[in-house]
Structure formats: structure tokens, C-alpha cells
């Protein structure tokens, strides 16, 4: 018992150490594919976003502690026939990340709503992926009454909306003082590839620069405490997730829904509920993936979305 102890320990140091390299920004490069950088003032807030082609509206939301980054290889396509906007979501990404406890999907939902409104944007489509499927609902819902034409198709990829169990690095980012503590002991890269892994079916396409991506974006000043609010709030009380569910029958526009076959954050089960309850709705299962088809297996996403887009 000792020795397996002494070899627990040997591999947990040697783990630690392998993800304490220093996190480097990611080249300017990057980024320059998704489009031109702008800010949305926010009730004093800067929220980050790119813009990036020409033609009728897409806005992409990303899901819990991702940004922008996780659109690369949808977004710029997209922009050969549309107006691609992809958005850092409050505390997240280049985004401001306030201490004000108001990052439930209900308030990022108001948020993008006002942003949408102020952009004036019609015919619009919106897309979100896991967290950002959730504010991509209740931001329909808040604007369907105001601007009933405004938004004419959703596509929700791998999304929350259902109760579920939750995956272990939001249980973890819950607890009071735990995630911080976490965020100084644990090197950013290290928790970036245990999250990454975790979100994979092949654990394999994980990439050396999808860890220092979003391990640059998760160190940086407000993200822990961003990311530990969201986990505290992204769970709607019971009435509240009742009532949401209600009114899915009642969203008559298009709907794409994209699953991972083997997600195991979102269950598939929960993308079978969104089929049954969405009245115009499709699924589309991408075998051999997990919770990110959008990176994991970004063509059949593409093609998916190319094809729905078209009808």
C-alpha cells in the first residue's frame, strides 16, 4: 500500500511539473482570422467580440470557461457569405470580468439580447455551443416578443437546457475558496488539459496549442473567480429550468441540434430531449466525438451547419 502511495504521488508531481511551463500569450496571429476586434459597452463593461464578413447575421457563443477561441474553425468560414460576430461572453475571453455575481445564463442572455438590439441586427442566427446553447435559448425567448422576426434559426451544439449531472470541474469550481485555491496550485496548463481531455473522446487530438490557448485565457486577472461564479449560477433553480422547458414547444423557428455521440459533460440523452420538445428541430449525431464537435470534429460540424443553413 505504501509503495502504490509513493507511486501516486511520483505521478502526480511529475504531472504538476509537466504543466508548469510559464503561459505565454498566443500570437497576434491567431486571432486575426476571426475578424476585426471591437468592444460592446455593457452598462460599463467592454465586452470583447469579432466581426468578420458580409451578408445576413451569425453570432456565435461559446460555452462555460471557453471564449471565442473555440469558434476557429467555424467562424471564418462562415464569414465567406455571412456576418460573422463572435463574442467573448461576460468573463470570459478578453471580456471584463466584473466581481458583481451576476453571471447566470439568465444575465448573459440580457446581455447579448441588448448587444443584439443595439447592433440592430434582423434574420438573424444564433449558434451556442454547451453553456452558450442556454443563453442562445433564453435570448431568443427575450427577444422573440419585442422583435418576433429578428431571429430566424438556432443551432445548438452539444447544449445545456435540461438537469443533469454536473462534470467535475464545475462541482470543483462551485466550492467556496476551491477553485481559487486550485487556480494558484495547479499550473494553468495543467488544468487546461485535464478539462480539454475530459471534454474529448480522443484524447489524442487534443493540441499543445489548445492548452496554452486556454490556459493564457484562463490566468488571466477575474478569470478564476469569473469561471467560479458561472459554476455557481449556471445551474437555474427548479422552477426556473420547469419553466424554460415549457416554453421549448413553443420556439417555431428552425433548429439544428449537433451532438458528440460520447459527450460526456451533456449526455446525448439531453440532445434526444431538445429533438422531442423542439418543434422544428433536427439532430445530428457526429460518431466518435465528445462534448466539442466544433474542435473535435470540426468538417462534420461545418457541413452540418453549411447544409442547415442552406435549406
Same mark, same amino acid.
Given at each position: 500500500? /505504501?509503495?502504490i502511495?509513493?507511486?501516486?504521488l511520483a505521478?502526480?508531481?511529475f504531472?504538476?511539473?509537466a504543466g508548469?511551463?510559464g503561459?505565454?500569450?498566443p500570437?497576434?496571429?491567431l486571432?486575426?482570422?476571426?475578424? #476585426?476586434?471591437?468592444?460592446?459597452?455593457?452598462h460599463?463593461?467592454?465586452?470583447?467580440y469579432? #466581426?468578420k464578413?458580409q451578408?445576413p447575421?451569425?453570432?456565435l457563443?461559446?460555452?462555460?470557461?471557453?471564449?471565442?477561441?473555440?469558434? /476557429?474553425f467555424?467562424g471564418?468560414?462562415l464569414?465567406?457569405?455571412q /456576418?460573422?460576430?463572435?463574442?467573448?461572453?461576460?468573463?470570459?475571453?478578453?471580456s471584463?470580468?466584473?466581481d458583481?455575481g451576476h453571471?447566470?445564463m439568465?444575465?448573459q442572455a440580457?446581455?447579448?439580447?441588448?448587444f443584439? +438590439? +443595439?447592433q440592430?441586427?434582423?434574420?438573424l442566427?444564433?449558434m451556442g455551443h $454547451?453553456?452558450?446553447?442556454?443563453?442562445t435559448l433564453m435570448?431568443y425567448l427575450?427577444?422573440?416578443e419585442t422583435?418576433?422576426?429578428?431571429?430566424?434559426?438556432?443551432v445548438l451544439? @452539444?447544449?445545456?437546457g435540461?438537469?443533469?449531472?454536473?462534470?467535475?470541474f464545475?462541482w470543483?469550481?462551485?466550492v467556496p475558496?476551491?477553485s481559487?485555491a486550485?487556480s494558484?496550485l495547479l499550473p494553468?496548463?495543467?488544468a487546461?488539459?485535464?478539462v480539454?481531455?475530459k471534454?474529448?473522446?480522443?484524447? @489524442?487530438?487534443?493540441? #499543445?496549442e489548445q492548452?496554452?490557448?486556454?490556459?493564457?485565457y484562463? $490566468?488571466?486577472?477575474?478569470a478564476a473567480?469569473a469561471? $467560479?461564479?458561472t459554476a455557481?449560477?449556471?445551474v =437555474?433553480?427548479?422552477q #426556473?429550468?420547469?419553466?424554460l422547458?415549457?416554453?421549448?414547444k413553443?420556439?417555431?423557428?428552425?433548429?439544428?441540434?449537433?451532438w458528440g455521440?460520447e459527450?460526456e459533460?451533456?449526455?446525448?440523452?439531453?440532445g434526444l430531449?431538445?429533438k /422531442?420538445?423542439?418543434?422544428? $428541430?433536427q439532430?445530428?449525431?457526429? =460518431?466518435h466525438?465528445?462534448?466539442?464537435p466544433?474542435?473535435?470534429?470540426?468538417l462534420?460540424?461545418r457541413?452540418?451547419i453549411?447544409?442547415?443553413?442552406?435549406?
Amino acid at each position: 500500500m /505504501r509503495l502504490i502511495k509513493i507511486i501516486a504521488l511520483a505521478c502526480l508531481i511529475f504531472l504538476l511539473a509537466a504543466g508548469c511551463a510559464g503561459v505565454t500569450p498566443p500570437p497576434a496571429s491567431l486571432s486575426q482570422d476571426w475578424g #476585426e476586434q471591437k468592444t460592446f459597452d455593457y452598462h460599463g463593461l467592454k465586452i470583447n467580440y469579432y #466581426e468578420k464578413g458580409q451578408g445576413p447575421p451569425v453570432l456565435l457563443l461559446h460555452g462555460f470557461a471557453a471564449c471565442a477561441y473555440t469558434w /476557429r474553425f467555424i467562424g471564418p468560414p462562415l464569414a465567406a457569405d455571412q /456576418r460573422v460576430i463572435t463574442m467573448d461572453l461576460k468573463g470570459f475571453g478578453l471580456s471584463d470580468k466584473p466581481d458583481d455575481g451576476h453571471y447566470a445564463m439568465a444575465d448573459q442572455a440580457e446581455m447579448v439580447a441588448d448587444f443584439i +438590439r +443595439r447592433q440592430d441586427l434582423h434574420d438573424l442566427v444564433i449558434m451556442g455551443h $454547451s453553456m452558450g446553447g442556454g443563453v442562445t435559448l433564453m435570448t431568443y425567448l427575450k427577444l422573440r416578443e419585442t422583435d418576433p422576426g429578428g431571429i430566424k434559426k438556432l443551432v445548438l451544439i @452539444d447544449s445545456a437546457g435540461y438537469p443533469q449531472k454536473m462534470p467535475w470541474f464545475i462541482w470543483m469550481a462551485k466550492v467556496p475558496g476551491l477553485s481559487t485555491a486550485l487556480s494558484k496550485l495547479l499550473p494553468p496548463r495543467f488544468a487546461a488539459a485535464l478539462v480539454l481531455k475530459k471534454c474529448y473522446y480522443d484524447k @489524442d487530438k487534443v493540441t #499543445e496549442e489548445q492548452i496554452d490557448t486556454y490556459a493564457y485565457y484562463g $490566468s488571466l486577472p477575474g478569470a478564476a473567480a469569473a469561471v $467560479s461564479q458561472t459554476a455557481k449560477q449556471i445551474v =437555474p433553480k427548479d422552477q #426556473e429550468i420547469e419553466a424554460l422547458i415549457a416554453q421549448y414547444k413553443t420556439i417555431k423557428v428552425p433548429v439544428l441540434v449537433i451532438w458528440g455521440k460520447e459527450d460526456e459533460v451533456v449526455p446525448l440523452k439531453v440532445g434526444l430531449n431538445f429533438k /422531442r420538445d423542439l418543434p422544428d $428541430s433536427q439532430l445530428v449525431v457526429i =460518431p466518435h466525438c465528445g462534448h466539442i464537435p466544433l474542435e473535435e470534429e470540426p468538417l462534420a460540424t461545418r457541413q452540418a451547419i453549411g447544409e442547415f443553413l442552406k435549406k
